[in-house]
């Protein structure tokens, strides 16, 4: 078992096409998590990640923070509580459309290529 504080692993600049947008791989390969990373993304007011898509999915719960994500062609409000999940391929982005930032959890599994 490892438990530690989250503040304890760095914020990183996300990946290219990202506004405001920070990330921390909470859980990895590294810590011997061997099918699933956690990661901690925080979102300034005004951020957005890219319009993109993958070969894998998205699961997103939301702890902070109000925006809008963009999925399938259509866009919805999320809030604090809710759980997003994006298909494999499925075009998505994240909007910070608040005035707080967002913190949202996103699992990916490690079949990424």
């Not at 390969?29 to 951020?47: C, D, H, Q, Y």
Request: net charge negative.
């Amino acid at each position: 078992m490892k438990i530690f504080p989250y503040t304890s692993v760095e914020a990183r600049d996300a990946e290219k096409g990202t506004f405001k947008l920070k990330v921390r791989w909470l859980i990895t390969k590294e810590i011997g998590a061997e099918n699933f990373a956690m990661r901690l993304f925080e979102m300034e007011p005004g951020g957005y990640s890219p319009l993109h898509s993958h070969d894998w999915e998205h699961e997103v719960f939301i702890l902070e923070g109000e925006g809008i994500v963009q999925s399938g062609g259509e866009e919805r409000k999320f809030k604090p509580g809710d759980v997003i999940f994006i298909l494999p391929h499925e075009e998505h982005q994240f909007r910070n459309t608040g005035d707080k930032v967002v913190k949202f959890l996103c699992l990916i599994p490690y079949t990424q290529k």
